[in-house]
Antibody, heavy 118, light 110 residues
Framework: QVQLVESGGGVVQPGGSLRLSCVPS????????MHWVRQAPGKGLEWVAFILYDGSNKYYADSVKGRFTISRDNSKNTLYLQMNSLRAEDTAFYYCAKDVGRFSLDIWGQGKMVTVSS | QSALTQPASVSGSPGQSITISCTGT?????????VSWYQQHPGKVPKLMIY???NRPSGVSNRFSGSKSGNTASLTISGLQAEDEADYYC??????????FGGGTKLTVL
């Protein structure tokens, strides 16, 4: 079964850090670019970051640039999102998603909630 | 980073057709055929409905179709059904921001 499973969400204080992980199954992870997309409660989708299939290039939304780092370990079949200097406005469900090509996201994880609050 | 512009809501009766617009700029929708559409039911994960402007993934009903003219892409749903009631998001590759989503459109089936 083709799926993505995220882990690592939770509650963190402003200024804190958190790391999300995303483990795929049912497809060859090392062949595909991967994204993180977030959705604040009751709000729309916001693209966060993208990493090429081999990790050679990474791209970020301005809102997270310099604070978040996307990475992947193809030997461990895992995608990561390291989130530092977290702010209240980072509170959202975070989804990892597979890029089927040309920035279309065909497989999405179930989402992990990240709450930034004191 | 400005989101693509979508109407906040649209509605239609069962059996009718509706169209959702998605307006961008020459840096995204206007210059690239990398427009996608997603359907999201409440509490559920987004589902890819259209990619590359007008292509349907396997398993998506042919009642869903996509098109583009200039800086505006459109999603048309024909033969509206109750199960189509959901939020719909467009997205596009962008030369300035990599990937940008629309603000979302709530479709109500009357």
């Amino acid at each position: 079964q083709v799926q993505l499973v995220e882990s690592g969400g939770g509650v963190v204080q402003p200024g804190g850090s958190l790391r999300l992980s995303c483990v795929p199954s049912g497809f060859t992870f090392s062949h595909y670019g991967m994204h993180w997309v977030r959705q604040a409660p009751g709000k729309g989708l916001e693209w966060v970051a993208f990493i090429l299939y081999d990790g050679s290039n990474k791209y970020y939304a301005d809102s997270v640039k310099g604070r978040f780092t996307i990475s992947r370990d193809n030997s461990k079949n895992t995608l990561y999102l390291q989130m530092n200097s977290l702010r209240a406005e980072d509170t959202a469900f975070y989804y990892c998603a597979k890029d089927v090509g040309r920035f279309s996201l065909d497989i999405w994880g179930q989402g992990k909630m990240v709450t930034v609050s004191s | 980073q400005s989101a693509l512009t979508q109407p906040a809501s649209v509605s239609g009766s069962p059996g009718q057709s509706i169209t959702i617009s998605c307006t961008g700029t020459s840096s995204d929708v206007g210059d690239y055929n990398y427009v996608s559409w997603y359907q999201q039911h409440p509490g559920k994960v987004p589902k890819l409905m259209i990619y590359d402007v007008s292509n349907r993934p396997s398993g998506v009903s042919n009642r869903f179709s996509g098109s583009k003219s200039g800086n505006t892409a459109s999603l048309t749903i024909s033969g509206l059904q109750a199960e189509d009631e959901a939020d719909y998001y467009c997205s596009s590759y962008s030369s300035t921001t990599t990937l940008v989503f629309g603000g979302g459109t709530k479709l109500t089936v009357l």
